[in-house]
């Protein structure tokens, strides 16, 4: 049997913003002949998330720059449509790197099997996957958060952000969300509880986003960064003695001001009065450590005592537009296509 | 007996770099009436280094700010003249924290007794004090140089820096000094040995001072900064997969830049792509810690194995215009006072 598939090649390199004209739309025709322990899997959910733009730079970022003429490589989850491994059968959720494809051939090493009983599968591109892993060990292992600290938490209702806030209450941190708007801002407050939210939209000069941080906060221990930029300038002179900086991600400078950075104030005597750290994590560092991230956060999440914002497009041509729409702060949480 | 006593009082609060003028000098007599447990001193040697000029500050840094009004406080070397404490007799060697003033009464719990057999006296303010401890556990703590490593450090031909590099050449590092000119980029390869010297005076440019740097270095694994400013942020971009960044000074803004923070470009998503770590560390936070170094250091002093460089200022009108000649960068290694 035959399936019409539909693939998203990349192939142009973004200057700034990201949009259909860097991919092209291509359909086939993809048989099920499989080869041994080869597993045809058919994408129900994908994922966009703000690491594929870094990828997209022509200059090695943390890895060599995603190749052009590719099919653009991202999270899915998926259903087994046939199966030529003892390992999955049809019918079966799965969690692939696939790519934004309808369809791919996949060695069953390359995917995770999933109970839909557990949690919803989508909670596999989400909270308990690599967003989730993100918000865990960077928070975890690089934040060392203790009860009491002031936690500072960027992007906040995002994917990663939101999780940290709340893994950052459950370890008895007072929290303190920023982010764009009045709307963001209240689920920060009303939804997951915490502790304030400053929205910088509403303080658009450093002086007065500083100002207003620093009456939020009273002095930052743990910041966790997830957008870089002029958040970030207010938020560093307010470190307090041994403060631990996380660097998960700098979205503010995804599209173009990686590759040509704009200026800020040095910093870094501020590093040195309080004798603070600055530490820069990825993902893919804790991979050998996702059951241990599971163990504790999978049963929080089937008791319900973790929120996990979902924000859904339709249509697989959406996607290139989904993507871009990351960096316009718009949505809540997790941003899925359901293609 | 009465003793006449020399004192630079710090009476105003410098705005760029500091002189005379930010002083008094005052002379007065002091007797030898002594408490119990107390020491008077002469003081015969007395530091002068860049964390001075931090605490002139008005604002709080790692500290609050130097009081007006009160004698200058700094590291001394001097020898017991009287004493009515059972731990010290005439003639001692001792450092103290006395400050900028010829003579002090002291308890005998604030001083340290020295053997000039075992090492020169003047090394309680160098190699074997604090601008030792600040370079060793700077180094080894933050810094975790492995063998192999490509160490780079700015202000080598320092104080700090000096020995950092020489500590480094003995874990095992490839070790690149930055220092400006070229006797001090000399002094670096010839009688250090270092692997590599770069001129940052023969770069005037960010671009061409980090050509240079990565022509030196081929990627930076730890980065030992005393300096800040240009030199860092030529650097920073340089670093490799989980680089650890040790922020020791940042000599290049203190007399100004600290209180109105000049620009530079944005560099925490390298920290991100490499996975790096920055750290600032001040030599009191291992105070407690001292003999742990002197167990390893002072024997390689006595053997003769650690060059530590001394520059000598004499006289005691002299201490205001040498402290501001530390941010001239006119002296090799360990400037000193003698009084």
Redesign the interface.
């Known amino acids: 049997m035959n399936y019409q598939n539909r693939q998203w090649f990349y192939v142009k390199r973004p200057e700034g913003r990201v949009g259909d004209e860097h991919y092209a739309l291509r359909e086939s025709e993809l048989d099920d002949n499989l080869s041994s322990n080869e597993v045809l899997i058919r994408a129900r959910i994908v994922s966009v998330d703000p690491y594929i733009r ?1 990828q997209q730079h022509e200059r ?3 890895d060599v720059p995603h190749p052009l003429g590719i099919v653009q490589r991202a999270g899915v989850v998926g259903e087994v449509v046939a199966s030529a491994s003892p390992l999955f059968k049809q019918g079966d959720w799965v969690s692939a790197y696939s790519g934004w494809q309808l369809y791919a051939k996949c060695h069953h090493s390359e995917l995770t099997k999933l109970n839909p009983d557990a949690a919803p599968v989508s909670t596999a591109l989400g909270v308990l996957g690599m967003p989730g892993r993100t918000a865990w060990f960077g928070l975890m292992e690089a934040g060392k958060p203790r009860p009491g600290d002031t936690l500072v938490v960027s992007g906040a209702a995002g994917a990663v952000g939101s999780l940290v806030a709340q893994f950052g209450k459950r370890a008895g941190c007072r929290v303190i969300g920023i982010a764009g708007g009045p709307d963001k801002c209240a689920f920060l407050t009303d939804t997951l509880k915490l502790d304030g939210a400053v929205d910088y939209r509403a303080h658009p000069t450093l002086e007065g986003l500083q100002s207003a941080l620093q009456a939020a906060t009273g002095g930052v221990d743990v910041y966790f ?1 997830n957008v ?2 002029m958040v ?1 300038d207010a938020v560093i002179p307010l470190i307090k003695r041994r403060a631990r900086i996380v ?4 979205i503010a ?1 995804y599209d173009g ?2 590759d040509t ?22 993902a893919r ?1 804790f991979v050998h450590r996702m059951d241990e991230m599971l163990q504790t956060v999978a049963p929080w999440v089937k008791n319900g005592e973790i929120v996990y914002q979902e924000t859904y497009v339709d249509g697989f041509d959406a996607l290139p537009q989904a993507l871009n729409s990351l960096f316009e702060g718009k949505n809540l949480g997790k941003l899925l296509v359901r293609v």
């Open positions: 870094i090695n970022t943390y960064d870089g930029g970030t660097i998960c991600g700098a400078q001001g990686l950075p704009d200026l800020a104030p040095r910093f870094l005597q501020h590093m040195l009065f309080q004798r603070a750290t600055i530490q820069g994590i990825l560092d």
